[in-house]
Nanobody
């Protein structure tokens, strides 16, 4: 079955950096687009970034454009989210996401806290 396992979250000071990873299994990773979402306390889950199956095209939410970079390694079945210049408003649980044969799959999430 499809499994998505996020890692790399933690506590970081404003202006700092973190890299999140999402290890995927149970499907042909190189054939599917992958996304990162986040959900802050009391807010709806929002799309952060998307990368197509080949990695040749990406899309970002306006709030993270220029600060975050999504990438993937199809040989390792892993998608990454490099987060730079972090702000307190980036504090959220970050989730990996994909849709395989019309079924949406989520990881368990990893907490990112930006605070001094």
């Amino acid at each position: 079955q499809v499994q998505l396992v996020e890692s790399g979250g933690g506590l970081v000071q404003p202006g700092g950096s973190l890299t999140l990873s999402c290890a995927a299994s149970g499907f042909t990773f190189s054939s599917y687009a992958m996304s990162w979402y986040r959900q802050a306390p009391g807010k709806e889950r929002e799309l952060v970034a998307v990368i197509i199956s080949t990695g040749g095209s990406t899309m970002y939410a306006d709030s993270v454009k220029g600060r975050f970079t999504i990438s993937r390694d199809n040989a390792k079945n892993t998608v990454y989210l490099q987060m730079n210049s972090l702000k307190p408003e980036d504090t959220a649980v970050y989730y990996c996401n994909t849709r395989v044969r019309r079924v949406i799959h989520w990881g368990q999430g990893t907490q990112v806290t930006v605070s001094s």
